[in-house]
């Protein structure tokens, strides 16, 4: 039988080993699952590199983890907000690396390693510092640049309900970078408000099927 | 001769989108304009973090933090709304669907350059969000800004010094001085604040403008 | 006021032109917009391509397009059927242009249509008769073909449930080409069973937002 | 010698799969599969036209033409079952998320390659639907065809006349004679219909087979 329930965010992230990439779900702090960051600060795992739109908030969740300086990398497309001066501060000491995607660049990039696509040309972007070295072509008299997908070994993830096949819901504007991330890593692991019983959700409304989802904290 | 106020702007702004069409409303400024949307034509709000039909902000004790905008601020959505996730809301803007896009700017090139998105300081921590997949993607993008630097220096200019958001994408340009189209031809003036004179537009701007389409406002 | 319903499929079409491409959804008959697709030969149309999973069915939908000789080219993943007579009978005198495209292929190429991606490196059919001057690169030693983006003039789709903005749901795998084809037409036509007030619809479970849609037809 | 029966066969691939697989079963002898899945597991189907939990055929009074198979067929919709669009149900395949397809074949090439779209004829109609992005998309990919041909040749070739589907896809071929691996170092028996002696499997067969994995069949 299919149960993709674990008993904790620590044991559902038990394997993160050193050096992963690992993406994190969120735009703010809608979506963003902060049982499963938590739980990735207490794991200790260093030297990651985290694909998220922001660069965390305040003194919260993926703000901690840049905090205690496990986090080598960011691929991200806002990390600058009023509140986060753990990132400014390790940005300004060249503490981290960071890669500055345009958001829906981010996006698509996220959805083609998820769906398998080799590489995409994008009209986002053309002749800005951000496509600098990047490989550029005209298709029908417009420009565009050669984006490559971002793939993960953990992709961290908050939903809304879910079951034990790990079929997902999403609410509202908490939506946004859930099921294409949870297309993209290795492992993916849903936070969950609720998980119902098989046959609960209406299948014309799953978000995202359970092949996409390896494990599913309540929370 | 009295600046068009913030407000002022937005009104303008609002008053040129047909019913129906599909709006996305940037950080900062261009936000006020869903205050002035016309009551009489419905108007689509898109949020690029995954919502069309997005509404007013809500009441305090209706705020939700899983109902944003872009900007991150709690928002409503109104009956006729969808959510989606972040590709099918960039795919959006990046397939042409959207008909406007109002972003703010730190300058504007003469042919529609754009710079909005870092000063290019140094020491500056970049943020980039949607603001270059805005750029390319609405049909209509238009700027709303003002029209000097706090130094007395022009936002229109002949070339963005500031790195780009975006190559020719700009359309048109809400300044607190003048309403300005970009055309193949160059700068068209199209609207000017009551008792500045064109001429004086002219000296301040960075470059040449046109007044062949310039109605005075009613 | 925002209403896109038409009074009727013919009304609908009135100003499909000669030489156009028209994309029709559906997968078999599940999803086929039939009375679309009746109305698009009572129009007269001719020299159009059509964008289409199959190439019609026994004497009727799209076989009777074909069967009037209106279609000049037809883009599709699987034409041969026990019953695409008519399809057969014009192919062999070559009467119809084919262009074969695998499923996976002709579902992304219209999705990169629809959210204006330039062009993509797709695996599929690498080295393949149907890859034939394509194209193809190595990366991350995978093999891809480079797949361009499918766009037209008018998408015929079939839906379930819809609102005066456009708004759609589906049902079942009646969804397949519909959401897709309706992001990648200039104008996009749902044929639907009801038509329900603004609202009605779950904002979670709309599959097509009516930003995609340009004209209802209840059927 | 009694050759597998098309049900045999059907059986011997079912018991492949681990509980908790996606599984995408191809038209025609694969399908037959879906009858014979192991009741103490969940395994999920997948039909590339858009759901995974696919269920049984359901009785004639049950049938909707608005829930098929990629056959074209009428199916049910198991608890747990999703439905999708038709770029989200490729991007499944393309991406690797299928565990397993079982495919038809015409011939498969000692090296994996597979050949089953298309027999080339010049007056033929050729259909591809998604062969090929099965071929290349399921993290292992089975063949269930008949070991050799009407006129008595085998489908298992050096290289295939027919043209391809995929290259190098192949993972593990079933007929009704043996089941086979496809290695890095060349094809490998792994089981043999009883009867059948190793050496006349290999005559029969048109390329190098290796006996090192060969089990009896219990």
């Known amino acids: 039988m299919i149960d993709k329930r674990v008993a904790s965010a620590d044991a559902a992230l038990a394997d993160v080993a050193d050096g992963m990439t690992i993406m994190v779900g969120g735009f703010g702090t809608a979506g963003m699952p902060a049982e499963l960051i938590d739980a990735l600060v207490r794991h200790g795992a260093r030297d990651l590199t985290i694909v998220s739109n922001n660069a965390g908030n305040a003194d919260t969740g993926l703000a901690l983890l840049l905090k205690a300086r496990r986090v080598r990398r960011i691929i991200c497309s806002f990390p600058r907000q009023t509140d986060s001066w753990h990132f400014d501060k390790l940005y300004k000491e060249k503490a981290i690396e960071l890669e500055l995607v345009p958001q829906g660049n981010l996006a698509e990039r996220i959805r083609a390693a998820g769906a398998g696509i080799g590489a995409f040309f994008s009209p986002t972007g053309y002749a800005t510092l951000l496509a600098e070295g990047k490989e550029t072509r005209e298709i029908g008299g417009r420009h565009y640049v050669l984006e490559y997908p971002i793939h993960a070994d953990f992709a961290l993830i908050k939903a809304e309900r879910a079951d034990r096949w790990g079929n997902l819901t999403y609410r509202k504007t908490a939506r946004n970078f859930g099921p294409l991330m949870a297309s993209a890593a290795r492992c993916t692991v849903a936070q969950v408000r609720a998980i119902e019983p098989l046959g609960a959700l209406d299948p014309e409304t799953i978000v995202t099927p359970g092949i996409f989802v390896k494990r599913l904290v309540a929370a | ?218």
């Open chain 2, 1 to 218: 001769m009295k600046k068009f106020s913030r407000e002022e702007m937005a009104a303008r702004v609002a008053r040129e989108f047909p019913d129906g069409a599909y709006v996305n409303l940037g950080i900062g400024l261009p936000t006020l304009v869903a205050n002035h949307l016309p009551l009489d034509r419905e108007i689509i709000l898109h949020t690029e973090n995954g919502l069309l039909g997005m509404g007013p902000a809500p009441e305090a004790e209706d705020v939700d933090p899983d109902l944003i905008n872009a900007g991150k601020q709690p928002v409503t959505a109104l009956p006729g709304a969808s959510f989606f996730h972040q590709a099918d809301s960039f795919g959006m803007m990046r397939g042409g669907h959207l008909d406007f896009c109002v972003l703010g700017a730190f300058q504007v090139s003469a042919t529609g350059d754009l710079a909005n998105w870092h000063t290019g300081a140094p020491d500056a921590i970049p943020a980039v969000g949607g603001a270059m997949d805005l750029a390319i993607g609405a049909r209509n993008v238009y700027v709303m800004m003002e029209h000097l630097t706090k130094g007395g220096e022009s936002k229109i200019v002949a070339r963005c010094t500031y790195p780009l958001t975006g190559v020719g994408c700009v359309s048109r340009i809400f300044t607190d001085l003048a309403v300005i189209d970009v055309t193949p031809r160059g700068l068209a003036v199209i609207d000017i604040v009551p008792g500045l004179a064109f001429g004086e537009l002219q000296r301040l701007t960075g470059v040449p403008l046109s007044r062949e389409s310039l109605q005075r406002q009613p």
